[in-house]
């Protein structure tokens, strides 16, 4: 495994392709506050040693892990990517509340019903991708995940890879329909348009938790239309705006111009309203500006257009044309018109500065356009002398430069001049004269009525900005409204996290407690497992000396018998050399009586030939006592040899007896030394079992240790993890109590602002009223004007019409901002109750704060007891721990010395096994040599029978012949001599073939029985050496039972 740089400070830790096979290898614990932990690409089998409570990212794809476990302590997870694993079914998730993606693609899922554990507001996962998998039911999927209620995007297919409920028609439909909560399944949402499901903001660890406010641009789309704030002045704008374009026909090009400059300010995409104002309001503000655009154009083309039917409009070509919208005041003074005050609104919207002078340069301009009107009339009256004294009409040039509108006075005098006296034109110079008197006072009249419409108009724009201003306050303690309700709440949620995480402290105590109960259960249950181990090792090294003090028994009773055995062999040896000494002495005993024969024959024929002869009586009775005499001796002989072969066949029967017998000892010494060595081997395998099985047990507790040690650690630093959140908690309980008494504070400013905002309120309906009597003021001067117009002609009630018809439309505007005032007025009363209870919350907040303070410190006190009797009871384990360490290392020391002892004896074993196995091998073949002697041995006395009994025919034979020679001695002595001579002869030659034959066959007897002493001494001796190895094994086993007995008490 490859080496890390560990930075104890980092949130991250990346071990990638590190060739991880355990979750122990990972150094998890020496990070303090780790966050990301990505594992892809390891061996992994299972899920372990995760003990970190701040970890939110977690990766262990292509891993080999079979099943979900071990993840319950991660109560912050909120990504988890388990891909690419060998998992089977969905478990293991139950503490996973704040998990909000999961990966679970390209497994061997078929059963996911571990989601019904995941039912509830609780959890929070919304992300589930299961592509690459089983899953066959579209019921089992429906049932498992309806419980989800944050689930809004489910992954069964994608990039091709998908589940066998895939292929069931109708599955996404039904799925869709029975899980209402699910938004989008496989990249589809509930529209039938697909989805970008690549989330890459998803895949950057440290913009989980703003996922939910960073929306896709698609979701502007599925916004709701937010409800106008002024909807009857909308519906007034409207009905307006339809009028406008019915009257756009009439109205002018200064008119047409001027729209357009203000849509194309409008569209400039730099020009944005001054402030942070909200949308509505900068839509309401860019509607009212075009109203009163519209409102001003309307009137400049009514004006106008009245001008044009009371007024002649002669001018000039290099004259400057007359602006309709400006006239002389009644004081003299010129008055902006309704255009410059649509300039002035556009710069007011920014300063109200350049008002005065936008008036001035108004007045400026006004001083020279009434001159240019009495330049008109000069010019008008030339105009008609010229027609009165040539009477003819006026010019080409003239007509194209004056457009005398139809109903207009000047055309009069024009029709009088062409046919009437100079009577008549008197007449009309008087009616013209009244006539400029009349529109003088008309302009006058006019010109003050501009000039309160104005008045009227800033009015009503302050008003309008009051109201915006307004609108913004309001706007802003709604805002504030929703930060305290906001922080309420979470002020809430911290209680609630607060006693959870004291809940949760309290079940760690008491899962410690139980845990140290279980630990010290444990302990227990190891020492009695020590002391049965014990007790156990006594029983092993009694029966050890047991199996010692048999065996030397066995050993010497072995010992005893074999010395029997040399025994019985050398008196067997004995036996054979004094067998073959009487043997050497018959032999040479038969050939001293061959040679006394021959020479008392010689003597005999050397008396007979000095005596008597044959056939006379003394020869034959001498003959008859010398043959009497050797037939005695013969028979006495005969009777020796005879009871000499008995003795020998006895003696060699008794050998042959005693030879079996010392085989069927050895065999029997045999079968008990083999009998004895299973014993042996039994007992060295039982002893091998025990062995192994107290290594198991030592193994078992140095593992109880190592756990024990590993448990201890954890919960030092589980203490320590405590204490520091205890702390951090403490801190934070700080932080939020003076983040509280400030936000009292700031409500408590916010409630001096409400109590301003009220005398303001007050201030704005005594303003209001003052207006409304402004505005009953004007309706009474429209009526005047009215009355005074309806004089005028027909023309101007079309314009009274108009301009009534806006009048109510403004007034309208004005109930429906009383109306919305009542509205703020009420949503005003309806804030500063909510501000009361929100200042009643902070205060119940508060007491629960000290409450929980208290409460805290109770804990924190209990914590503190506890810790220090864990910490007594760690220490008297710690020093039972070492204990029991010195006692593990001393076993382990002599469990190693065992081992190599037990490596020892099995090779010894395997050794003596295979001596056993050729021992077995010789022994068989030794006693096949031995059947085949015993054969050899019987076919032997079969030919000494055989050769006996031909032997006794044969001397019966000669004995009869010697009775036949004797009778015929008298008559044939040479024939008896020659036949004597021939039967000596043949009778030497058959002994001493017999002679021979029994010399080779006594050679190879003797041979035989050499070869087999041999092999005795050799089996002996293999015996003898075998028993001196087992000795010295057993002398060896009895010094280690000794050493173990020395070293277990």
Not at 59 to 74: A, P, V
Not at 778 to 786: F, N, P, Q, S, V
Not at 831 to 843: A, F, G, P, V, Y
Not at 939 to 956: A, C, F, G, I
Request: a neutral charge; aromatic letters at 2%; one cysteine or more.
């Amino acid at each position: 495994m490859t080496s890390f740089g560990i930075d104890v400070d980092s949130e991250e830790l990346c071990m990638i392709d590190s060739g991880l096979q355990s979750l122990s290898d990972v150094p998890i614990r020496q990070y303090n506050n780790l966050k990301v932990l990505n594992l892809h690409c390891n061996f992994l089998r299972r899920i372990e040693n995760l003990q970190l409570r701040s970890l939110l990212h977690l990766d262990l794809s292509s891993n080999q892990i079979e099943r979900i476990e071990g993840l319950d302590s991660l109560s912050n997870l909120r990504t988890l990517n388990l891909a690419c694993n060998q998992i089977t079914t969905v478990q293991g998730l139950d503490g996973l509340r704040a998990l909000v993606k999961l990966n679970l693609s390209y497994n061997h899922i078929t059963d996911i019903s571990g989601f019904h554990r995941l039912q509830g507001r609780d959890y929070k996962l919304s992300y589930v991708e299961l592509q690459g998998n089983r899953i066959q039911s579209v019921q089992h999927v429906i049932a498992s995940l309806r419980g989800c209620l944050n689930l809004r995007r489910l992954t069964l297919a994608q990039d091709g890879s998908d589940n066998p409920v895939c292929q069931i028609p109708g599955s996404w439909s039904s799925i869709m329909s029975a899980v209402p909560q699910l938004q989008i399944l496989d990249g589809v949402n509930r529209d039938g348009t697909p989805v970008q499901t690549a989330d890459i903001l998803a895949d950057i660890p440290g913009l989980d938790q703003y996922m939910e406010f960073l929306l896709p641009s698609s979701s502007n789309s599925d916004m709701d239309p937010v409800a106008l704030a002024t909807p009857h002045i909308d519906e007034a704008l409207e009905k307006f705006k339809e009028r406008a374009v019915m009257s756009t026909t009439e109205v002018s090009t200064t008119s047409t111009t001027t729209d357009q400059e203000t849509a194309e300010r409008e569209r400039q995409p730099g020009r944005l309203p001054s402030g942070n104002r909200s949308p509505i309001g900068s839509r309401l503000s860019i509607d009212h500006e075009l109203r009163l655009e519209k409102l001003e154009h309307q009137l400049a083309q009514v004006l106008y257009g009245g001008k044009s039917t009371r007024s002649p409009k002669v001018t000039s070509p290099r004259a400057p044309k007359v602006s309709p919208l400006r006239s002389r005041s009644p004081q003299g003074g010129s008055k902006t018109t309704r255009l410059v005050a649509k300039r002035d609104v556009d710069q007011t919207d920014e300063s109200d500065s350049e008002g005065p002078k936008a008036a001035g340069k108004s007045r400026r301009s006004r001083k020279t356009k009434i001159p240019s009107y009495q330049r008109a009339t000069v010019a008008s009256r030339e105009r008609e002398r010229k027609s009165q004294s040539s009477g003819v009409s006026s010019s080409p040039s003239g007509e194209d430069h004056t457009q005398p509108a139809p109903g207009s006075p000047v055309s009069g005098p024009r029709v009088l001049s062409q046919g009437e006296a100079p009577t008549a034109y008197a007449a009309d110079r008087q009616l013209k004269s009244e006539i400029e008197a009349t529109y003088v006072q008309l302009m006058q009249e006019l010109e003050g009525e501009r000039e309160r419409r104005w008045k009227a108009e800033q009015a009503t724009k302050k008003l309008v900005d009051h109201i915006q201003s307004m609108r913004t306050k309001a706007k802003e303690d709604h805002d504030l409204q929703d930060v305290a309700i906001q922080a309420t709440t979470r002020l809430k949620q911290a209680l609630t996290n607060e006693r959870e995480a004291k809940l949760r402290l309290k079940e760690e105590v008491d899962s410690l407690k139980h845990q140290v109960k279980v630990m010290t259960e444990k302990l227990e249950a190891a020492e009695e497992g020590e002391n049965r181990q014990h007790q156990a090792l006594k029983a092993m090294e009694q029966t050890a000396a047991r199996a010692e003090t048999e065996h030397i028994q066995q050993q010497a009773h072995e010992v005893k018998k074999t010395q029997e055995a040399l025994a019985r062999a050398a008196a067997a040896n004995r036996e054979v050399d004094l067998l073959k000494n009487s043997v050497k002495t018959l032999k040479s005993q038969v050939h001293s009586l061959q040679e006394l024969v021959a020479n008392r024959e010689q003597e005999h024929r050397k008396v007979l030939q000095g005596k008597f002869d044959l056939n006379s009586k003394e020869m034959q009775d001498a003959i008859a006592r010398e043959v009497s005499t050797i037939r005695e001796q013969h028979s006495t002989q005969l009777q020796i040899q005879q009871e000499k072969m008995d003795t020998l066949m006895k003696q060699y029967t008794e050998l042959e007896d005693e030879f079996r017998m010392a085989l069927q000892i050895e065999s029997d010494r045999f079968r008990e030394l083999q009998a004895a060595f299973q014993k042996n081997s039994r007992e060295a395998a039982e002893n091998t079992q025990a062995l192994l099985v107290a290594q198991k047990k030592d193994e078992t507790q140095t593992q109880m240790i190592a756990d024990l040690t590993a448990l201890v650690k954890e919960q030092k630093g589980r203490l320590t993890e405590l204490s520091k959140s205890r702390q951090e908690q403490l801190r934070e309980l700080r932080e939020r109590n003076l983040t509280l008494e400030g936000q009292v504070e700031d409500a408590r400013k916010k409630m001096v602002q409400l109590e301003l905002l009220k005398q303001e309120r007050t201030k704005m309906q005594s303003q209001l009223q003052a207006q409304e009597s402004v505005i009953e003021g004007l309706k009474a001067e429209r009526k005047l004007w009215g009355q005074e117009l309806a004089q005028q002609g027909s023309a101007l009630a079309q314009d009274r019409g108009r301009l009534e018809a806006k009048i109510e439309a403004l007034t309208s505007e004005v109930s429906s901002l009383k109306k919305q005032l009542d509205r703020e007025v009420d949503a005003l009363k309806i804030k500063s109750k909510m501000l009361d209870d929100q200042t009643e919350t902070i205060r119940k907040l508060k007491d629960a704060l000290v409450e929980r303070d208290e409460e805290i410190k109770r804990a924190r006190d209990e914590g503190l007891k506890i810790q220090k009797d864990l910490e007594s009871q760690l220490t008297s384990e710690t020093s039972v721990n070492q204990d029991l360490q010195e006692k593990v290392d001393k076993l382990t020391e002599r469990k190693e010395e065992l081992k190599q002892q037990v490596a020892d004896l099995t090779d010894e074993l395997e050794e003596s096994k295979k001596a056993h196995s050729i021992l077995n091998k010789r022994w068989k073949e030794k006693s096949e040599v031995i059947g085949q002697l015993e054969k050899q041995v019987r076919q032997m006395k079969d030919v000494w029978e055989n050769n006996e009994k031909k032997l006794t025919e044969e001397r019966d034979k000669a004995i009869q012949g010697a009775s036949a020679a004797v009778e015929r001695m008298k008559t044939m002595d040479d024939a008896f001599r020659a036949q004597l001579d021939q039967k000596e002869q043949a009778h030497r030659e058959q002994m001493e073939k017999l002679e021979a034959e029994k010399q080779v066959e006594l050679g190879e007897a003797q041979q035989r029985v050499m070869q087999v002493e041999e092999e005795m001494r050799q089996l002996l001796r293999e015996t003898e050496n075998n028993k001196k190895m087992m000795e010295e094994k057993i002398r060896k086993m009895s010094q280690v039972f000794g050493d173990l007995q020395k070293d277990l008490l």
